[in-house]
């Protein structure tokens, strides 16, 4: 997947991709097979609809009137460097009267590709089309002769060929609304939203369909600075072809800005209840005597200080948050005595549902305290990891998953949902092979 967006070189610093796709061509076979029925619907319309009055004088009886539409193929195959291939046969059932009917072929063959229009949204284009029009001879006839092409019929008058092909794109489950979807912004938290925007219009190689997008988070309406530039993301080609309908992508640079904006946002910053109370520290702190004289429960209230800091190495996937916990007590009024910067160390889970990415943070592999202010006199390390840190190692991972727990949307178009998910962590980017899936329609 070298290619995977290595090979768009970025016209400027900013516009970098840090994720994408590849629609492969088994992926492609996919939406040919769940697009059929579509097809054959809107042809259906198009073709069965009553034909205008004539005004000719000629008796109603001897017009042709399309009784029956099939569609026996559909397919979308990938040419390299250029676009796809829509091949459809349509079988039609004709009568000029009561007793006369006639089985007709009607054949498509259209050039598709994605392009990318002014207001940057993908848009699915026709570059050509050819329909063709032939006569199925009756059973009787049919040992003696092949289909042959129909001329001038009234039924080449009844189907209008030029509008089918001005509008052969709608025959696929995915025009230009659902193309536009894949831009569209998605909600994390209440104040934060992720959006994939298409850096350019997709290339096509053999491997499928290649679409380099670039994230950007917003906090409370407002896009929120990278907190480091991307580096242009690029992958190693797979072995061989994939067996997925679609392969997404992700750089670690897409981890480390997802959890910027949370940051950002304030979602990181997280209350922690500790089992201890101010009685129970005096016991171990003297100066806590005078400080409180009733017995009140002791809060942990961390805070971001710096931007989290995500890794990838081979199947794994850690986070390094940097905190700043101020230790107090009373709920209605807390009165902080105590500051600690705590460093945690944590291995992420990612997991997909539907068309979320869900990352929860695991195992803690690593936490270290220092002392960065104190009301109470000097306390010693051991001491303050002894007193704090059961309720850091267990309450702030849990709390975490409590702001990650919706999952964060990924790059999707309406009315598909993934399946068959695989996922694969390899040293600065996250790879998830996944299939397609039609959702069923409600109502």
């Keep these: 997947?070298?290619?995977?967006?290595s090979l768009l070189v970025p016209a400027h610093t900013t516009r970098s991709p840090?994720?994408?796709?590849?629609?492969?061509?088994?992926?492609?076979r996919y939406l040919a097979e769940v697009s059929k029925p579509h097809a054959e619907s809107v042809?259906?319309?198009?073709?069965?609809?009553?034909?205008?009055?004539?005004?000719?004088?000629?008796?109603?009886s001897s017009r042709n009137q399309i009784i029956s539409v099939k569609v026996?193929?559909?397919?979308?195959?990938?040419?390299?460097?250029?676009?796809?291939?829509?091949?459809?046969?349509?079988?039609?059932?004709t009568t000029s009267a009561p007793s006369t009917t006639k089985e007709m072929r009607l054949s498509i063959l259209a050039d598709l590709h994605v392009e990318m229009n002014p207001e940057g949204n993908l848009e699915l284009v026709t570059s050509d089309c050819k329909p063709t029009l032939e006569e199925v001879e009756s059973t009787e006839e049919m040992d003696r002769s092949a289909p042959h092409k129909s001329s001038g019929s009234d039924v080449d008058k009844q189907i209008n060929v030029e509008k089918i092909c001005l509008e052969v794109s709608k025959l696929l489950l995915f025009p230009n609304e659902r193309l536009m979807s894949l831009a569209a912004p998605f909600p994390i938290t209440p104040s934060c939203q992720v959006q994939y925007l298409?850096?350019?219009?997709?290339?096509?190689?053999?491997?499928?369909?290649?679409?380099?997008?670039?994230?950007?988070?917003?906090?409370?309406?407002?896009?929120?600075?990278l907190p480091v530039s991307p580096v242009p993301f690029s992958m190693p080609e797979p072995a061989s072809s994939s067996p997925s309908h679609l392969i997404l992508a992700f750089s670690k640079h897409f981890y480390t800005s997802l959890f910027s904006a949370l940051e950002e946002s304030g979602a990181l910053n997280v209350s922690l209840l500790s089992s201890l109370t101010t009685a129970t520290l005096a016991e171990r702190i003297t100066q806590m005597g005078s400080l409180f004289q009733e017995d009140l429960p002791v809060v942990l209230q961390a805070v971001t200080r710096s931007s989290p800091h995500v890794v990838l190495e081979e199947d794994k996937a850690i986070v390094k948050l940097f905190l700043t916990a101020r230790i107090g007590a009373g709920s209605s009024l807390f009165q902080s005595f105590l500051s600690v910067n705590v460093d945690v160390t944590a291995r992420l889970q990612l997991s997909v549902m539907d068309t979320r990415m869900i990352i929860s943070v695991a195992a803690v592999e690593d936490i270290e305290l220092s002392l960065a202010s104190s009301d109470v006199g000097p306390i010693l390390a051991a001491l303050l990891e002894e007193l704090f840190l059961p309720t850091i190692r267990e309450e702030v991972p849990a709390q975490i998953n409590v702001v990650l727990r919706q999952g964060v949307f990924?790059?999707?178009?309406?009315?598909f949902t993934y399946t068959d998910v695989n996922i694969t962590i390899h040293k600065d980017y996250v790879l998830i092979p996944c299939n397609l899936q039609l959702e069923a329609r409600t109502g």
């Design 1 to 5: 997947l070298s290619i995977l967006l």
């Design 18 to 28: 840090d994720c994408g796709g590849i629609l492969t061509p088994s992926g492609l």
């Design 198 to 225: 298409p850096l350019a219009a997709p290339m096509y190689s053999e491997q499928g369909i290649i679409i380099s997008l670039q994230t950007t988070f917003q906090v409370a309406g407002t896009v929120i600075p």
């Design 43 to 60: 042809l259906r319309k198009d073709l069965m609809a009553p034909p205008a009055p004539d005004p000719s004088p000629t008796s109603p």
């Design 410 to 415: 990924l790059p999707h178009i309406a009315s």
């Design 72 to 93: 026996d193929k559909f397919s979308l195959t990938l040419i390299p460097d250029t676009g796809m291939r829509l091949s459809i046969e349509v079988d039609l059932g």
